[in-house]
């Protein structure tokens, strides 16, 4: 069974710092990774997909990387802001299932 | 261009009752799913649909039922309300191949009393 870890569970930081942010999945056997960022009481957005032949894709400050072969995953966030507060999810698909993990709760105090 | 649109954003429940629970898409997406989220679990499929006429179980399917009559609605029912289906439900769809990103409707806040 497919099991996803996001590390850590809570992050708070100054503005301005890089972030990593960690993701690893139990079952290399998936179709893509997706990162997506989720603001209180509100639903999903979409960050950066990666699909399972890429190693990285990168969107503005933010850059994800995958290694399929070691179940990981990383999110960074170059110079962050305040406005980067959220929780961050990151969710294997395993053919029509996406799994996510329980997500890293960011805070970026200014 | 709507994307995933979910109805209602709040309801508040009596055990016992019935609803369901409305999701659309503008994209033309063969793939829909149900999600609820916990605090501390995560969020964990329902059901899902690969197309129209099409359903299947996800991880925690019990008291949910769903239908796919067209390609655009996913509806999710619940037949007899318990408080343990007091969550935040999220319907998403994905266009194309298995390859292809998934996009989330804002979600219903269902309170069951």
């Known amino acids: 069974k497919q099991e996803v870890t996001q590390i850590p569970a809570a992050l708070s930081v100054p503005e301005g710092e890089n972030l990593v942010l960690n993701c690893s999945f139990t079952?290399?056997?998936?179709?893509?990774l997706q990162w997506f960022r989720q603001d209180p009481g509100k639903g999903l957005t979409s960050l950066l997909l990666?699909?399972?032949?890429?190693r990285e894709q990168t969107s503005g400050r933010l850059n994800a990387s995958l290694d399929k072969s070691s179940g990981r995953s990383t999110l960074y966030i170059a110079a962050s802001q305040p406005g980067d507060s959220a929780t961050y999810l990151c969710?294997?698909?395993?053919?029509?299932?996406?799994?996510f993990g329980t997500g890293t709760r960011l805070q970026v105090f200014p | 261009n709507a994307g995933v649109t979910q109805t209602p954003k709040f309801q508040v429940l009596k055990t016992g009752q019935s609803m369901t629970l409305q999701c659309a898409q503008d994209?033309?997406?063969?793939?829909m799913s149900w999600y609820r989220q916990d605090p501390g679990m995560g969020l964990r499929l329902i059901h899902y649909?690969?197309?129209?006429?099409?359903?299947d179980q996800g991880e925690v399917p019990n008291g949910y039922n769903v239908s796919r009559s067209t390609t655009e609605d996913f509806p999710l029912r619940l037949l007899s309300a318990a408080p343990s289906q007091t969550s935040v439900y999220f319907c998403?769809?994905?266009?194309?191949?298995?390859?292809?990103?998934?996009?989330f409707g804002s979600g219903t806040r269902l309170t069951v009393v």
């Open positions: 998403a769809s994905r266009g194309g191949p298995v390859k292809a990103g998934y996009t």
């Open positions: 079952d290399s056997a998936i179709y893509n």
């Open positions: 990666i699909q399972s032949s890429q």
């Open positions: 969710a294997v698909d395993n053919t029509d299932k996406l799994i």
């Open positions: 994209m033309n997406h063969e793939y």
């Open positions: 649909s690969v197309g129209a006429g099409i359903t």
